[in-house]
C-alpha cells in the first residue's frame, strides 16, 4: 500500500480546522491578543492576590485566559500530526509552543500565589463547585511545591522539558524507513502506518513475517537514537522528582492522576498473572483455527477468521458507529453525529503524517480526531474509540467549567473503550451465523482488549522496570531496552508465542513512554468501561449513569467518580470482574467454534 501526499485526498477526508481559527494569520492574532490578555492579567493581580474575594475574581478572568491557551494550544500542534514533512506545520507548531512557553510564565506568579495561600483559603475556594478540581489540584502541588524563582525557572524550561517526545515523534513520522519486500512475485512498500493497520494481521503468513522483518529492521535502524531520547525524559522526570521531594519517581507521575502506586501496581501483577494464561489460551486457540503450529510476534495480531475481515468505507464506518452507539440514548448521539459534517476527523492516511489516533478538545469548540483510514475493521474501533472521547469532551466541557472539564488520566481511557465494546456487542446482535458472531467476539478481544489490556499493559510492565532502574540509580541503553521488553513479552506470552530479538524492539513504537504513567490507564478505564458496558446490559437506569460519568469531567476523584456507574476501584473486584468477563469472551468464541466443527 504506497502511501499518497497529503494533497492527493479529498477534501472530506481531512479535518477542518476553521472551526477554531480561519487561517494562520487569525491564529497568529489569536495569539497577539492573549498575551495582552495575560500581560494585563498580571498588571491586575500580581501581588494583589491576598484574600478569597481575590482569588475567586481572578480565577474568573484566569478561565478564560485558559480557554483560549487550550484553543492556541490545540491549534498549533495538530497541523504538525498531519504531515511532518510540511515546513509551514513545523512553523505553526513552533510558534504554538513559544507562546505557551511565554503564557506559563507570564501566569506563574499566579499559581505560585494559589499553592502558597493559607489552607483556610484554599479549603473555602474549594467548596465552590465551578473550580473545586483545580484548587484541589493546588493542595496537591502545594505538598512539593518548590521556590517561586525555581517553579519559574521550570516553567521557562517547559519546551526542553518536551523536547525528548518531540525528538522520538519526528523519527517515528519522518526517519523510520520500512523497506520493501516481495511475496510470490509482488512488491509490498512498508511503512510504520501501513505496517500496523494493514500487515500485522494479514491473512498471508508470508506477507506477515516478511512485513515484520522490514519492519523491524526499519525500527533498529534508530534504536541506539530512539534509548537516548528515552533515557533523556526519564532522567529527567527523575530529578525533578527528587527536587519535588517525593519518595520515588513512580509517586511524582501518579500524584497528577490522584492514585497511589497501590492502584498501579495492581493493575500490572493482576493482568500479567491473572489475564495472561486467558490471552495464551485464546492465541493458541488462534493458532489451532488458522493452522500454525507455532506463533510468532508477527502472528499474534492475526485475525481469527482472517478472511472475513472486511473492507469498510467511512461512510460505513459512519453508519457503524452511530447504530453501535444507540444504547447511550439520543442526547449522547445528537451530539457525536455532527462529526462527519463538522469534519472533525482527519482520515487521510498521507506520507508523514503521525502513526496512531488521537482526540483533541478545544474547550467547547468540537472535538478533533486524527487517524489513518485504510478501510479495514480494526479502523472502525479507532474510530468509535476516538469518538469515545470526542463524546466525553463534549459532556464534560458541556456540564463542566474549564477548571473542572478534564477527566484524571486514570480513567479518561474509559469512555473510548466503552464504545469499543459497544460495537463489538452490536456486530455480535446483528450476525446470525455463528462464524460471524465469533468473528464479533474475536474483535472485541483483539481490538479492545488485546490492544489496552495488553499492549499498553505491557508498556506499563516495560516502564515499572526502567523507571526502577532509574531508581536505582543505573542507567540504559538500546540493549538494554530490548531485554527488559523481551523478557516483559516472554513472561506475558509463556509458549504460545516465540518472542525473539525483533519483538523485543516493540518499546520503540509507542509514544505513551513520554507521557508519564500513562500506558496502564488504558487498562484501568477498560476495567471501568466493561463495569459501565455490564451496567447498560442489565441495569435499566446503566446509561444515564455513564452519560452522568461523562458530564461529571474531573469535578471529583476517579475513586469517587467511578461510583457513578457502581465501580469501587479502590478495590480489585471491577478488575477482577473485567478479567472474569474476558474468561467468558473466550470461552465463547471456543464454543462457537465448536458448534462451526460440528455444523
Given at each position: 500500500?504506497?502511501?499518497?501526499k497529503?494533497?492527493?485526498?479529498?477534501?472530506?477526508?481531512?479535518?477542518?480546522?476553521?472551526?477554531?481559527?480561519?487561517?494562520?494569520?487569525?491564529?497568529?492574532?489569536?495569539?497577539?491578543?492573549?498575551?495582552?490578555?495575560?500581560?494585563?492579567?498580571?498588571?491586575?493581580?500580581?501581588?494583589?492576590?491576598?484574600?478569597?474575594?481575590?482569588?475567586?475574581?481572578?480565577?474568573?478572568?484566569?478561565?478564560?485566559?485558559?480557554?483560549?491557551?487550550?484553543?492556541?494550544?490545540?491549534y498549533?500542534?495538530?497541523?504538525?500530526?498531519?504531515?511532518?514533512?510540511?515546513?509551514?506545520?513545523?512553523?505553526?507548531?513552533?510558534?504554538?509552543?513559544?507562546?505557551?512557553?511565554?503564557?506559563?510564565?507570564?501566569?506563574?506568579?499566579?499559581?505560585?500565589?494559589?499553592?502558597?495561600?493559607?489552607?483556610?483559603?484554599?479549603?473555602?475556594?474549594?467548596?465552590?463547585?465551578?473550580?473545586?478540581?483545580?484548587?484541589?489540584?493546588?493542595?496537591?502541588?502545594?505538598?512539593?511545591?518548590?521556590?517561586?524563582?525555581?517553579?519559574?525557572?521550570?516553567?521557562?524550561?517547559?519546551?526542553?522539558?518536551?523536547?525528548?517526545?518531540?525528538?522520538?515523534?519526528?523519527?517515528?513520522?519522518?526517519?523510520?524507513?520500512?523497506?520493501?519486500?516481495?511475496?510470490?512475485?509482488?512488491?509490498?512498500?512498508?511503512?510504520?502506518?501501513?505496517?500496523?493497520?494493514?500487515?500485522?494481521?494479514?491473512?498471508?503468513?508470508?506477507?506477515?513475517?516478511?512485513?515484520?522483518?522490514?519492519f523491524?529492521?526499519?525500527?533498529?535502524?534508530?534504536?541506539?537514537?530512539?534509548?537516548?531520547?528515552?533515557?533523556?525524559?526519564?532522567?529527567?522526570?527523575?530529578?525533578?522528582?527528587?527536587?519535588?521531594?517525593?519518595?520515588?519517581?513512580?509517586?511524582?507521575?501518579?500524584?497528577?492522576?490522584?492514585?497511589?502506586?497501590?492502584?498501579?501496581?495492581?493493575?500490572?501483577?493482576l493482568?500479567?498473572?491473572?489475564?495472561?494464561?486467558?490471552?495464551?489460551?485464546?492465541?493458541?486457540h488462534?493458532?489451532?483455527?488458522?493452522?500454525?503450529?507455532?506463533?510468532?510476534?508477527?502472528?499474534?495480531?492475526?485475525?481469527?477468521?482472517?478472511?472475513?475481515?472486511?473492507?469498510?468505507s467511512?461512510?460505513?464506518?459512519?453508519?457503524?458507529?452511530?447504530?453501535?452507539?444507540?444504547?447511550?440514548?439520543?442526547?449522547?448521539?445528537?451530539?457525536?453525529?455532527?462529526?462527519?459534517?463538522?469534519?472533525?476527523?482527519?482520515?487521510?492516511?498521507?506520507?508523514?503524517?503521525?502513526?496512531?489516533?488521537?482526540?483533541?478538545d478545544?474547550?467547547?469548540?468540537?472535538?478533533?480526531?486524527?487517524?489513518?483510514?485504510?478501510?479495514?475493521?480494526?479502523?472502525?474501533?479507532?474510530?468509535?474509540?476516538?469518538?469515545?472521547?470526542?463524546?466525553?469532551?463534549?459532556?464534560?466541557?458541556?456540564?463542566?467549567?474549564?477548571?473542572?472539564?478534564?477527566?484524571?488520566?486514570?480513567?479518561?481511557?474509559?469512555?473510548?473503550?466503552?464504545?469499543?465494546?459497544?460495537?463489538?456487542?452490536?456486530?455480535?446482535?446483528?450476525?446470525?451465523?455463528?462464524?460471524?458472531?465469533?468473528?464479533?467476539?474475536?474483535?472485541?478481544?483483539?481490538?479492545?482488549?488485546?490492544?489496552?489490556?495488553?499492549?499498553?499493559?505491557?508498556?506499563?510492565?516495560f516502564?515499572r522496570?526502567?523507571?526502577?532502574?532509574?531508581?536505582?540509580?543505573?542507567?540504559?541503553?538500546?540493549?538494554?531496552?530490548?531485554?527488559?521488553?523481551?523478557?516483559?513479552?516472554?513472561?506475558?506470552?509463556?509458549?504460545a508465542?516465540?518472542i525473539?530479538?525483533?519483538?523485543a524492539?516493540?518499546?520503540?513504537?509507542?509514544?505513551?513512554?513520554?507521557?508519564?504513567?500513562?500506558?496502564?490507564?488504558?487498562?484501568?478505564?477498560?476495567?471501568?468501561?466493561t463495569?459501565?458496558?455490564?451496567?447498560?446490559?442489565?441495569?435499566?437506569?446503566?446509561?444515564?449513569?455513564?452519560?452522568?460519568?461523562?458530564?461529571?469531567?474531573?469535578?471529583?476523584?476517579?475513586?469517587?467518580?467511578?461510583?457513578?456507574?457502581g465501580?469501587?476501584?479502590s478495590?480489585?473486584?471491577?478488575?477482577?470482574?473485567?478479567?472474569?468477563?474476558?474468561?467468558?469472551?473466550?470461552?465463547?468464541?471456543?464454543?462457537?467454534?465448536?458448534?462451526?466443527?460440528?455444523?
Amino acid at each position: 500500500m504506497e502511501q499518497k501526499k497529503r494533497s492527493e485526498f479529498s477534501e472530506n477526508e481531512l479535518w477542518d480546522l476553521t472551526a477554531l481559527y480561519k487561517d494562520r494569520e487569525d491564529f497568529l492574532n489569536a495569539i497577539e491578543t492573549a498575551l495582552e490578555e495575560i500581560k494585563q492579567f498580571s498588571l491586575n493581580y500580581k501581588d494583589n492576590l491576598h484574600t478569597v474575594h481575590d482569588f475567586k475574581q481572578a480565577l474568573m478572568v484566569l478561565e478564560q485566559i485558559y480557554i483560549q491557551m487550550s484553543h492556541i494550544s490545540t491549534y498549533s500542534f495538530m497541523p504538525q500530526t498531519t504531515d511532518f514533512n510540511n515546513e509551514e506545520f513545523a512553523q505553526i507548531a513552533q510558534v504554538g509552543s513559544d507562546f505557551m512557553t511565554k503564557a506559563n510564565v507570564l501566569l506563574n506568579f499566579f499559581e505560585n500565589a494559589l499553592v502558597m495561600a493559607d489552607d483556610a483559603i484554599l479549603e473555602e475556594l474549594e467548596k465552590n463547585s465551578y473550580f473545586s478540581a483545580y484548587i484541589r489540584e493546588a493542595k496537591i502541588k502545594k505538598k512539593h511545591y518548590l521556590d517561586p524563582a525555581v517553579e519559574k525557572t521550570l516553567a521557562n524550561l517547559g519546551e526542553i522539558f518536551s523536547s525528548p517526545q518531540d525528538i522520538y515523534t519526528k523519527m517515528r513520522a519522518s526517519d523510520f524507513s520500512m523497506n520493501s519486500f516481495k511475496v510470490n512475485g509482488k512488491t509490498y512498500p512498508n511503512s510504520f502506518i501501513t505496517y500496523e493497520n494493514v500487515y500485522q494481521n494479514h491473512e498471508d503468513a508470508e506477507v506477515r513475517q516478511k512485513a515484520f522483518r522490514s519492519f523491524s529492521e526499519g525500527l533498529r535502524q534508530h534504536q541506539h537514537t530512539a534509548a537516548a531520547s528515552y533515557l533523556a525524559q526519564v532522567r529527567s522526570e527523575k530529578i525533578i522528582s527528587d527536587m519535588r521531594g517525593y519518595n520515588s519517581v513512580f509517586d511524582y507521575l501518579l500524584a497528577d492522576q490522584e492514585v497511589d502506586r497501590s492502584m498501579f501496581d495492581r493493575q500490572i501483577d493482576l493482568i500479567m498473572t491473572e489475564f495472561a494464561p486467558i490471552a495464551q489460551r485464546y492465541i493458541k486457540h488462534v493458532a489451532e483455527v488458522n493452522g500454525i503450529e507455532k506463533m510468532t510476534f508477527a502472528d499474534w495480531k492475526l485475525d481469527l477468521d482472517a478472511k472475513m475481515n472486511p473492507e469498510v468505507s467511512i461512510d460505513d464506518a459512519y453508519d457503524l458507529v452511530m447504530k453501535s452507539t444507540t444504547p447511550l440514548g439520543e442526547e449522547y448521539q445528537k451530539e457525536i453525529a455532527r462529526y462527519q459534517t463538522e469534519r472533525w476527523v482527519d482520515f487521510a492516511a498521507n506520507s508523514g503524517k503521525d502513526s496512531g489516533g488521537y482526540a483533541a478538545d478545544p474547550y467547547k469548540i468540537h472535538p478533533y480526531v486524527l487517524m489513518s483510514w485504510t478501510g479495514k475493521m480494526s479502523d472502525v474501533y479507532t474510530l468509535i474509540h476516538e469518538i469515545g472521547h470526542s463524546g466525553q469532551f463534549i459532556f464534560s466541557d458541556n456540564h463542566q467549567s474549564y477548571y473542572n472539564t478534564h477527566m484524571s488520566t486514570y480513567y479518561v481511557e474509559a469512555p473510548s473503550t466503552l464504545n469499543e465494546l459497544l460495537l463489538s456487542d452490536y456486530l455480535e446482535r446483528e450476525f446470525d451465523h455463528p462464524k460471524q458472531k465469533r468473528f464479533a467476539l474475536a474483535h472485541r478481544l483483539t481490538d479492545t482488549y488485546f490492544h489496552n489490556f495488553i499492549t499498553h499493559l505491557l508498556e506499563a510492565a516495560f516502564q515499572r522496570k526502567v523507571y526502577t532502574l532509574v531508581e536505582e540509580g543505573k542507567t540504559f541503553g538500546a540493549e538494554q531496552l530490548n531485554h527488559l521488553m523481551k523478557s516483559v513479552l516472554t513472561e506475558f506470552w509463556g509458549d504460545a508465542i516465540v518472542i525473539d530479538d525483533d519483538a523485543a524492539l516493540t518499546w520503540m513504537r509507542q509514544s505513551h513512554y513520554y507521557m508519564g504513567l500513562y500506558s496502564y490507564t488504558y487498562s484501568a478505564g477498560l476495567v471501568i468501561s466493561t463495569v459501565g458496558y455490564l451496567n447498560i446490559k442489565n441495569n435499566p437506569d446503566g446509561a444515564k449513569q455513564w452519560l452522568d460519568f461523562l458530564k461529571s469531567g474531573g469535578s471529583q476523584t476517579p475513586i469517587e467518580t467511578a461510583k457513578i456507574i457502581g465501580a469501587d476501584i479502590s478495590t480489585e473486584e471491577p478488575l477482577r470482574q473485567t478479567i472474569s468477563f474476558l474468561e467468558e469472551t473466550v470461552d465463547q468464541i471456543i464454543k462457537y467454534s465448536k458448534e462451526l466443527e460440528h455444523a
